[in-house]
């Protein structure tokens, strides 16, 4: 009954609002509110640390253990496709920690050879220093 009563009362108010505001009224105190939204929105969300982009460490540096294994002990037989498919996902989670860790790094811009093996072995060893266990790598 109480409640009748209140949404009754709320309603005569509100059309005696838009009565005596108007179609102009109205929009400007939408404006106000509008506005008001916002600043306190930006207020909030200011004072918030950036998001994180991309994935977890945990998951990079799982991928990593997991990744280096694989390329380092090739079953016997591997054909060499598969062995470099394992060298390029391998190198490609090494640039995503590099990423992640802010390490400088070539492992995306090396062709395969020597240099992108000595490249990948001083990009192990320091991720290895930014604390990144790797595991056997490194």
Do not use: N, Q, W
């Amino acid at each position: 009954m109480v409640v009748k009563a209140a949404a009754s009362v709320v309603v005569v108010l509100l059309f005696l609002v838009v009565g005596i505001l108007g179609p102009a009224g109205l929009a400007r105190l939408r404006r106000r509110f509008a506005d008001r939204a916002d600043r306190v929105r930006r207020r909030h969300t200011r004072d918030l640390p950036a998001a994180p982009t991309g994935r977890p460490i945990e998951r990079i540096a799982y991928d990593v253990h997991r990744l280096g294994h694989r390329y380092r002990c090739p079953p016997a037989g591997i054909s060499f496709a598969r062995f470099d498919a394992r060298r390029r996902a391998y190198d490609a989670v090494l640039v995503e920690a590099c990423t992640a860790l802010e390490v400088e790094h070539l492992l995306a811009v090396l062709p395969a050879g020597t240099d992108l093996d000595t490249e990948r072995e001083r990009v192990e060893g320091a991720l290895g220093l930014a604390g990144l266990r790797l595991g056997g790598a490194a």
